[in-house]
Nanobody
């Protein structure tokens, strides 16, 4: 049984930082691509960052230079370091795992490419 468990969310002031963690179990973690998405009320799930099995990383322009995704395969954990947070970063953040390991960028940003999801962790950035 595959499980992804996120942690590290919370309330932070604009300009602050948070580090999210996602620990996986029941899957060959090192061979999976991992990603973070976020979702605000009334909006669709938005791609935030991805790291493939070779540790190549991908970011949309909205977070590039502020967010960093990394993985520790020995701990079955993927991280999202978020700096210079803005109120518009407020959302529920989800981690996701893709059995494919690596995909073209167009597929990497699609929620439908991912096989497993965590339950989400709330990030709130106050102005």
């Amino acid at each position: 049984q595959v499980q992804l468990v996120e942690s590290g969310g919370g309330l932070v002031q604009a300009g602050g930082s948070l580090r999210l963690s996602c620990t996986g179990s029941g899957l060959p973690f090192s061979s999976y691509a991992m990603a973070w998405f976020r979702q605000s009320p009334g909006k669709g799930r938005e791609f935030v960052a991805a790291i493939n099995w070779r540790s190549s990383t991908y970011y949309p322009d909205s977070v590039k230079g502020r967010f960093t995704i990394s993985r520790d395969n020995a701990k079955n954990t993927v991280y999202l370091q978020m700096n210079s947070l803005k109120p518009e970063d407020t959302a529920t953040y989800f981690c996701a795992a893709d059995v494919a390991g690596a995909r073209p960028m167009g597929a990497t940003v699609m929620p439908s490419s991912y096989n497993y999801w965590g339950q989400g962790t709330q990030v709130t950035v106050s102005s």
